[in-house]
């Protein structure tokens, strides 16, 4: 079983490389990490044994691992998302930023950027 971080970053990398894994890869690690689904459920669900879905969701995990390794693109991601926390901190030591627009159209678009 997963521990909420590892199923956590499991499931970001999914989001950044899934059109990266087959067709199968993603619909087992959907059922599994997505709709919550055992293996058991997973196995009957699509004719295979409850080992032989681990063994895909095990291979899957780590072919997401190697192409962010090769890629890095979690590591941006939670890169830009400190530097927007960042900004939101220095945003509120200013003096009095309702009064300024432009402060608070960088909100805006710190909002759009997470």
């Given at each position: 079983m997963d521990l909420p971080e590892t199923r956590q970053r499991k499931i970001l990398l999914f989001?950044?490389?899934e059109n990266l894994l087959t067709q199968r890869q993603r619909e087992i690690?959907?059922?599994h990490y997505m709709d919550d689904c055992s293996l058991a459920?997973?196995?009957a669900a699509?004719?295979?044994t409850p080992q032989a879905a681990a063994d895909i969701l095990k291979r899957t995990a780590t072919?997401?691992?190697h192409y962010d390794k090769r890629l890095?693109?979690?590591a941006r991601h939670e890169n830009r998302l400190?530097?927007?926390q960042k900004?939101?901190?220095l945003l509120e030591e200013l003096d009095e930023p309702e009064q300024n627009p432009a402060i608070s159209q960088i909100r805006n678009l710190l909002e759009n950027l997470i």
């Open positions: 989001d950044f490389y690690f959907a059922l459920e997973i196995g699509e004719g295979i072919r997401l691992e890095g693109l979690l400190a530097d927007v900004i939101r901190l």
